[in-house]
Antibody
Framework: EVQLVESGGGLVQPGGSLRLSCAASGFSFSDFNMNWVRQAPGKGLESVSYISGSGTTLYYADSVKGRFTVSRDNARNSLYLQLDSLRAEDTAIYYC??????????????WGQGTLVTVSS | IQLTQSPSSLSASVGDRVTITCRASQDISSCLAWYQQGPGKSPKLLIYAASTLQSGVPSRFSGNGSGTDFTLSINGLQPEDFATYYCQQLKSFPHTFGGGSKVETK
């Protein structure tokens, strides 16, 4: 059974940093491209970042580019998101999700339970 | 690529047929997925490639469309279907989501 467990969220002051982790199990982690998606309180979903299975291809939403860094450790079956220069508008639940499928059939088919990041003084 | 969902909310009763639309700002072929999110829950994949039902998802859910116009239909709404639904394009990065459509009890 695929399982994704996020951790590392918490309360941080504006300008501060956090490192989120996503522990994966139940599948061959290195074979899957991974994503971080966030959801601000009472709002919709926003795709924040993408990393390929090998870790060589990365994408970021414009809203976090230059401040967030995605990485992975395939030996540890773990995905990470380094959040720097945090702003109040980064307050959200952060989910990790697997990206499955080829061209024309891609989808985020497994999601973690999320970890809450609150940016406030 | 921008995705516009409508309606943003709707009221329905158990047994109703419900249809939600998603319009893309440019041609995305069939690179569209639909998700369901219950209160306090993580999103759940329902449909991908515009019309392919995810394994384990009830057949009352169906998806249609290609290019820029897509629909999600629920045929015979069940109590567990009262939730928020999101479309997502996977044609190009970033893989943007629509604003959501909340299905509420009438």
């Amino acid at each position: 059974e695929v399982q994704l467990v996020e951790s590392g969220g918490g309360l941080v002051q504006p300008g501060g940093s956090l490192r989120l982790s996503c522990a994966a199990s139940g599948f061959s982690f290195s074979d899957f491209n991974m994503n971080w998606v966030r959801q601000a309180p009472g709002k919709g979903l926003e795709s924040v970042s993408y990393i390929s299975g090998s870790g060589t291809t990365l994408y970021y939403a414009d809203s976090v580019k230059g401040r967030f860094t995605v990485s992975r450790d395939n030996a540890r079956n773990s995905l990470y998101l380094q959040l720097d220069s945090l702003r109040a508008e980064d307050t959200a639940i952060y989910y990790c999700a697997t990206l499955r499928g080829g061209v024309g059939s891609q989808r985020f088919d497994s999601w973690g339970q999320g970890t809450l990041v609150t940016v406030s003084s | 690529i921008q995705l516009t969902q409508s309606p943003s909310s709707l009221s329905a009763s158990v047994g109703d047929r419900v249809t939600i639309t998603c319009r893309a700002s440019q041609d995305i072929s069939s690179c569209l997925a639909w998700y369901q999110q219950g209160p306090g829950k993580s999103p759940k994949l329902l449909i991908y490639a515009a019309s392919t039902l995810q394994s384990g998802v009830p057949s009352r859910f169906s998806g249609n469309g290609s290019g820029t116009d897509f629909t999600l239909s629920i045929n015979g709404l069940q109590p567990e279907d009262f939730a928020t639904y999101y479309c997502q394009q996977l044609k190009s990065f970033p893989h943007t989501f629509g604003g959501g459509s909340k299905v509420e009890t009438k």
